[in-house]
């Protein structure tokens, strides 16, 4: 009797303890893979200068989708699409789409933009004129004698109404593609830098955004005459997000977009720069 007795307990026994290991199974199975963090994503951008604000306030946004955006800073324009077409970061932030597609054509890259950040103006300054539409005949009006932002002041000059480009001049047209000009106006090329210290020497002086910030004009308030983010001339002045093409339907780089791209990015941009830069998206 006592033998079958302690059979019975033992049997008792293993049934208890083949249900607690079942239970222990049980809770095993609850953790799913699905339910265990899914492995943070990085985003290596590229950025020129070291004024960060902006983006450190989109780097907090993407931290909540577990994306770590982390910002990889240049001193020239030359490395961050080098160093994309590389592979050394994910993408960049600093250029417009104009100098984008000759630089990349230029050097043979496979780049793309997939999305607009903001548009520097370009705008036309005068310590005597105060609407463009008054310009008098044979007024002298001062242009910065590079080729980027020479162009880019006659496309706006043209804006204004006050000359004639050729058709099919591109983004880089010179004083010699000037086709119609009944004012007669004298155009003087300097040195995008100096333009604001001769600005008394002219009627007019197209300064382009970051010359005329550090000359302690507000583009907002103190032009005559600026760019405008509607206007379709304008558009190779965006600045842009650029990646691989390959890379152009990655979904953590849409998200980079995406998070850049909202009415809350437009209020920062407006505190943070006062007019200076505007939003293009």
């Not at 609850?30 to 290596?44: A, D, G, H, L, R």
């Not at 104009?98 to 310590?127: C, E, Q």
């Not at 043209?158 to 050729?166: F, P, R, S, V």
Request: aromatic content about 6%; charged content about 25%.
């Amino acid at each position: 009797m006592i033998i079958k007795k302690i059979s019975v307990l033992t049997v008792v026994a293993l049934i208890t303890i083949t249900a607690l290991v079942g239970c222990g199974s049980s809770k095993e199975v609850i953790t799913t893979p699905s339910n265990t963090p899914t492995k943070k994503q990085v985003i290596k951008l590229g950025v020129t200068g070291d004024e960060h604000v902006l983006w450190d306030k989109i780097k907090v946004k993407l931290a909540k989708e577990n994306i770590d955006l982390q910002l990889v800073n240049f001193s020239d324009y030359i490395r961050p699409n080098q160093a994309l077409s590389d592979g050394e970061i994910d993408a960049n932030a600093f250029q417009t789409i104009g100098y984008f597609n000759k630089f990349k054509a230029d050097h043979k890259l496979d780049l793309t933009s997939i999305g607009n950040t903001v548009l520097a103006p370009m705008g036309i300054y005068s310590k005597t004129v105060v609407d463009i539409k008054t310009l008098k005949d044979g007024a002298r009006i001062a242009i910065p004698n590079d080729a980027s932002n020479g162009g880019r002041a006659l496309i706006l000059i043209q804006e204004a109404g006050l000359i004639k480009l050729k058709e099919g001049v591109g983004i880089t047209p010179t004083v010699k593609d000037i086709i119609e000009n009944k004012k007669n106006l004298k155009i003087i090329e300097l040195v995008a830098t100096q333009i604001p210290r001769s600005i008394q020497d002219v009627d007019i002086a197209a300064i382009n955004n970051g010359v005329a910030v550090d000359a302690g004009y507000s583009p907002l308030k103190d032009s005559i005459y600026t760019e405008d983010v509607k206007r379709e001339s304008v558009k190779n002045y965006f600045n842009i997000i650029a990646v691989k093409t390959k890379d152009k339907d990655n979904a953590t780089l849409k998200k980079l977009v995406k998070a850049y791209q909202t009415d809350e990015t437009k209020k920062v941009i407006q505190e943070l720069y006062k007019g200076a830069t505007l939003p293009a998206f």
